[in-house]
């Protein structure tokens, strides 16, 4: 249902990673794909899953580094002259921040988390904006713990929430254009990203015992839901987080 779509994904680490599990299911279904890896060390293992996946463009993005996102856009409009759909799927806090009391963070941790997380999305969407036709897309991960208080997710409860923010507003701003943008929030997977989060093992625990689903969702499930969000059946949808979390987030 993607035939001749064509879309960046950020945030493959390895073949756990939630970005690679919606490449994997984007490229199932027919898209053309673009992907980007942290640094030299992330690429030798990105670049061979990318080659496998038969992505068009392998690029270097690490968001904190001036001009390198404008040159990811720049390769894609020179590559494919326009494009489809944005994956962001990057998360980052200092770890003693992360594993301290919100009411502790520093403010340079709070500000780089903000920057990876949060702020990345609204400056992909705007580098994005004159590359995408009308129904174009944007969906970025988010996590329960925006909206609710979750034990150890910390400093990434208020970040996520602001992501969320970005992801209503970026709707109103961009829906003139044709342009929707989604959050996407899946229940605690074992990533290497969650593998930074205090006791995540109690937290996949719980999780397991109170969804309805009684069990974690994967990524191919994730990936499915994003291929959906990116189609043309998702056309009446803007603006909205999507849980994916077999139902964690309807128990008190």
């Known amino acids: 249902m993607l035939h001749g779509k064509r879309g960046l994904v950020v945030g493959i680490a390895n073949d756990q990673s939630i970005a690679y599990g919606c490449a994997a299911k984007l490229r199932a279904f027919g898209a053309d794909l673009a992907i980007t890896y942290l640094n030299a060390k992330a690429e030798r293992v990105v ?111 208020p970040v996520k929430a602001a992501l969320e923010a970005s992801v209503r507003y970026l709707a109103h701003d961009l829906a003139p254009r044709g342009i929707r943008t989604y959050a996407v929030s899946p229940g605690p997977l074992r990533t290497r990203a969650a593998g930074g989060i205090a006791r995540f093992d109690d937290l996949v625990e719980s999780a397991v015992q109170r969804a309805p689903a009684r069990r974690l969702v994967d990524i191919a499930e994730v990936g499915r839901v994003v291929a959906f969000l990116v189609g043309g059946a998702a056309s009446g949808i803007t603006g909205d987080t999507i849980f994916v979390d077999g139902g964690l987030h309807n128990v008190a």
């Open 47 to 157: 670049r061979p899953l990318g080659m496998d996946l038969g992505a068009d463009l392998i690029l270097p993005l690490d968001v904190e580094q001036p001009g390198q996102m404008q040159a990811v856009f720049d390769r894609i409009g020179d590559a494919w002259g326009g494009l489809d759909f944005v994956i962001h799927s990057i998360a980052f806090a200092p770890r003693a921040d992360l594993h301290g009391r919100v009411v502790d963070v520093s403010l340079d941790g709070f500000q780089q988390a903000m920057r990876v997380s949060c702020y990345s999305f609204i400056e992909m969407a705007r580098l994005a904006e004159p590359l995408m036709r009308p129904g174009g897309s944007l969906v970025t991960m988010s996590y329960y713990g925006a909206d609710k208080v979750v034990g150890n997710y910390n400093l990434m409860g």
